[in-house]
T-cell receptor, first 118, second 114 residues
Framework: AQTVTQSQPEMSVQEAETVTLSCTYDTSENNYYLFWYKQPPSRQMILVIRQEAYKQQNATENRFSVNFQKAAKSFSLKISDSQLGDTAMYFCAFMKHVAETSGSRLTFGEGTQLTVNP | NAGVMQNPRHLVRRRGQEARLRCSPMKGHSHVYWYRQLPEEGLKFMVYLQKENIIDESGMPKERFSAEFPKEGPSILRIQQVVRGDSAAYFC????????????FGDGTRLSIL
């Protein structure tokens, strides 16, 4: 079974600054996917960024980037130039790779509540 | 292109009643997942379905809970004889058939048990 750990229940950052959210996971799988989802006060679940474990290059989406360390089983999210709209709960999630035509469950961490202060 | 549609957004039931939660996946998506989020917690997997098949129900409570995804119509998560502990947000997600694509989530159904 896989586990995902987010050790920072709450974090805060000043607008325009950079913040890094931590995530570690435990798995015996070699091929898998990692995700960060954002849940704002509206409670929607919004995909922020995705990383394939077989890719060494860290994923980047505009102001969001990850630091993926496969050997250490670490997957942190960096948010640059923080904006007020980034205030949300952030969940790290793991999904093991299966056959091309199959799906697989997501295993979530407990979340980090990020507050961006003006 | 409509996203994952869940209804109702809010559902109030009294203890002992039945709750039915509906989920229509995104167009072209044939995989449906249900997750439960208890207050102040992360999302926990419940069940994974494809059309007319339950693929993985290892996260589903053994009693009172059932799920289906019929050939026609939305996926249904059914909770019989609800109890206070069933109060939670229930999220549905869908993904396409080919390749391990990210799951797209609906807005959730907030179930409150009186």
């Amino acid at each position: 079974a896989q586990t995902v750990t987010q050790s920072q229940p709450e974090m805060s950052v000043q607008e325009a600054e950079t913040v890094t959210l931590s995530c570690t996971y435990d798995t015996s799988e070699n091929n898998y996917y990692l995700f960060w989802y954002k849940q704002p006060p509206s409670r929607q679940m919004i995909l922020v960024i995705r990383q394939e474990a077989y890719k060494q290059q860290n994923a980047t989406e505009n102001r969001f980037s990850v630091n993926f360390q496969k050997a250490a089983k670490s997957f942190s999210l960096k948010i640059s130039d923080s904006q007020l709209g980034d205030t949300a709960m952030y969940f790290c999630a793991f999904m093991k790779h299966v056959a091309e035509t199959s799906g697989s469950r997501l295993t979530f961490g407990e979340g980090t509540q990020l507050t961006v202060n003006p | 292109n409509a996203g994952v549609m869940q209804n109702p957004r809010h559902l109030v039931r009294r203890r002992g009643q039945e709750a039915r939660l509906r989920c229509s996946p995104m167009k072209g998506h044939s995989h449906v997942y249900w997750y439960r989020q208890l207050p102040e917690e992360g999302l926990k997997f419940m069940v994974y379905l494809q059309k007319e098949n339950i693929i993985d129900e290892s996260g589903m409570p053994k009693e009172r809970f059932s799920a289906e995804f019929p050939k026609e119509g939305p996926s249904i998560l059914r909770i019989q004889q609800v109890v206070r502990g069933d109060s939670a947000a229930y999220f549905c997600a869908s993904s396409p058939r080919n390749k391990a694509q990210p799951q797209h989530f609906g807005d959730g159904t907030r179930l409150s048990i009186l």
